[in-house]
């Protein structure tokens, strides 16, 4: 019997006893097996809520298990103590190293010793496994909704990321663009500068007098230049 109250499975409505269970714990039993009200239980939120509240909502600290106990629709029968604390007697020191059976009988006598029947202690084990996996799933709605909202944010902003990428991305290759243009028309204009050089060096090489010891025609420009320099220096003086 007792082994029943240590492996009970979530959503076992009604703990046997021989077989049935008393008609006042089956009645506790079916109104417990009843939807929990809106208040007591957080509502999963539609998918278009602004996401700021519902952020505000998952970073609110997760209840206590006490809390959650109190807070259940459900409460168990009165009586001197409940299942919790047959689990502070399995653990306590003075079953240590007692066989399970010892055990077993030891905690039996004291459930006895205490007047307490072992369906109200399986129906608050019921009640609170129910309240515990409840706000479990409450919660895992609530973690679902903010996963969502997250990631709808995300994309915007990954969409926006990526527009503004764009828009600066062309920016920067409409200035490469326009260096490349300028450096381009630069380079032309260099070889233009190079042909003009030619012109004038060539006309100025036509100009230039005939030499005084060879007779022949200079074809030196810097000759022609350096000439020029000394011609308008005594000039000037």
């Not at 920067?172 to 060096?201: G, M, P, Y």
């Amino acid at each position: 019997m007792f082994k029943k109250i240590l492996h009970l499975n979530y959503g076992t409505e009604t703990p046997p006893k021989n077989g049935q269970l008393p008609a006042d714990a089956a009645a506790q039993s079916a109104t417990n097996a009843a939807p929990r009200p809106a208040e007591n239980e957080p509502a999963h939120q539609p998918a278009s809520e602004n996401l700021s509240a519902i952020r505000a909502r998952s970073a609110n600290p997760l209840r206590s298990f006490d809390d959650i106990y109190k807070a259940a629709p459900g409460q168990p029968p009165r009586m001197p103590y409940g299942i919790l604390k047959i689990s502070e007697m399995l653990n306590s020191g003075h079953l240590t190293g007692m066989s399970h059976e010892s055990k077993r009988c030891s905690v039996m006598m004291a459930i006895e010793a205490a007047s307490i029947q072992v369906e109200d202690l399986l129906q608050d084990a019921m009640l609170r496994q129910r309240a515990l996996n409840e706000y479990e799933q409450a919660e895992e709605l609530r973690l679902k909704d903010f996963e969502n909202a997250t990631d709808r944010e995300n994309n915007l902003l990954q969409a926006e990321l990526e527009r503004l990428t764009s828009q600066y991305m062309a920016r920067i290759q409409a200035n490469i663009d326009e260096v490349a243009a300028s450096q381009d028309r630069f380079r032309a204009w260099q070889k233009r500068k190079q042909q003009e050089l030619q012109h004038i060096s060539t006309a100025a090489a036509i100009c230039v007098p005939k030499s005084a010891e060879g007779g022949a025609t200079g074809t030196s420009y810097g000759a022609v230049l350096a000439r020029c320099g000394v011609e308008q220096t005594a000039g000037a003086r």
